[in-house]
């Protein structure tokens, strides 16, 4: 069963990427095979800044590899270094209707946010598309804002095959547990563009002065609250044992914890549980040359795959 997913390399990933998507592929790795990339081509719709693209591109690669992604059961590569996808991209391009790329939400919230109405915005569905299906992927785990996207996959595979016989594998998005949405600071969901994330890798003290800065309401430190409604166990019960969270969850309830108490026993958890992946990311942050190679590796693999599956559908599209 292969597994493939991508991620946009469009900054540091906060707590929520990690929850959210990031320990997911990694609890993944063993039960499937797994192909993980980062989409800069996709990138490209909104940051226009070659070093910071360069920059984030082998920042999130590196992220990747700290985080647990081990190159040794899981192929990661950069989306750029298989050209083949932009080929397939436009094969598709020949049979996606109108109407399907017109209906997608992505591009109608992106150009309301005030991103340019450029072609490679609104294609970028097929793109995506295409990224699914030069390999042949099984599941895509993806979060529910790009479930459309893998639905509007399966429509162009679907048509590409009515048209032309049995050449693309239908893909089926394997929706990510979202039930439990990180937090932000603020209370809201978690998001870089927010502006309320705790990044994964920051540094200790910023940490610690953003989780005591999560709002909380005005209940008196003696009386019961309720665990559910605060953002503070949201996170504790993240990084907790389950004997920790159960004794928070507790203590809420009893009375008598105040938010600030909490809040200092979280910083910690915190930063145990990312301990070893810290350490681990500066020594590859210390090794960019190492980073790349994985990567190129990676690539490798993944070229080898795409070539094939072009093969096939350029010469049932009749190129000669
Ligand atoms: P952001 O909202 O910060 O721009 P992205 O949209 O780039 O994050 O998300 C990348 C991945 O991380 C997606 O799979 C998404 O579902 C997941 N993710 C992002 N924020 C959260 C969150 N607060 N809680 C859970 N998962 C999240
Ligand atoms: N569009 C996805 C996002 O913004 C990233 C992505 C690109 C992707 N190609 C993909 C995700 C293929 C899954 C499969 O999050």
């Not at 390999?135 to 048509?159: F, L, M, W």
Request: overall charge negative; glycine content about 6%; aromatic content about 8%.
């Amino acid at each position: 069963m292969r597994s493939l997913s991508g991620i946009q390399p469009s900054g540091a990933l906060h707590i929520g990427n990690y929850f959210g998507a990031i320990k997911q592929y990694v609890d993944m790795q063993d039960r499937h095979e797994g192909y993980y990339f980062i989409a800069n081509y996709h990138a490209m719709t909104s940051l226009r800044d070659r070093e910071a693209l360069r920059a984030n591109c082998l920042d999130l690669a590196t992220d990747f590899l700290a985080l647990g992604l081990d190159p040794g059961k899981s192929v990661l590569f950069l989306q750029s270094d298989v050209p083949e996808v932009t080929e397939l991209t436009w094969l598709l391009s020949t049979v996606t209707p109108m109407g399907l790329l017109e209906r997608c939400h992505a591009y109608k919230e992106k150009t309301a946010e005030g991103l340019p109405a450029d072609h490679g915005l609104f294609a970028y569905p097929v793109l995506m598309a295409a990224d699914i299906l030069i390999y042949n992927s099984d599941v895509v785990p993806v979060g529910q804002d790009q479930k459309q996207h893998v639905e509007v996959t399966r429509d162009i595979a679907e048509k590409l095959n009515n048209t032309y016989g049995e050449l693309l594998k239908l893909p089926a998005p394997l929706i990510l547990d979202t039930t439990a949405v990180v937090p932000g600071v603020d209370g809201r969901k978690m998001s870089k563009s927010y502006g309320n994330a705790i990044m994964i890798f920051e540094e200790p003290k910023d940490i610690k002065a953003k989780v005591m800065r999560i709002k909380t309401d005005s209940t008196p430190v003696e009386d019961p609250k309720d665990p559910e409604q605060c953002s503070v166990f949201a996170l504790y019960r993240l990084f907790a044992t389950d004997e920790q969270r159960e004794a928070m969850a507790e203590r809420y309830r009893k009375g008598g914890v105040g938010y600030g108490e909490a809040k200092k026993e979280l910083v910690p958890l915190m930063a145990d549980y990312f301990a070893a992946a810290r350490e681990k990311r500066a020594a590859l942050a210390a090794s960019p040359d190492t980073v790349l190679d994985i990567l190129r590796e990676g690539g490798r693999k993944a070229r080898a795959e795409a070539q094939a599956t072009l093969a096939r559908v350029r010469d049932a599209m009749g190129c000669l």
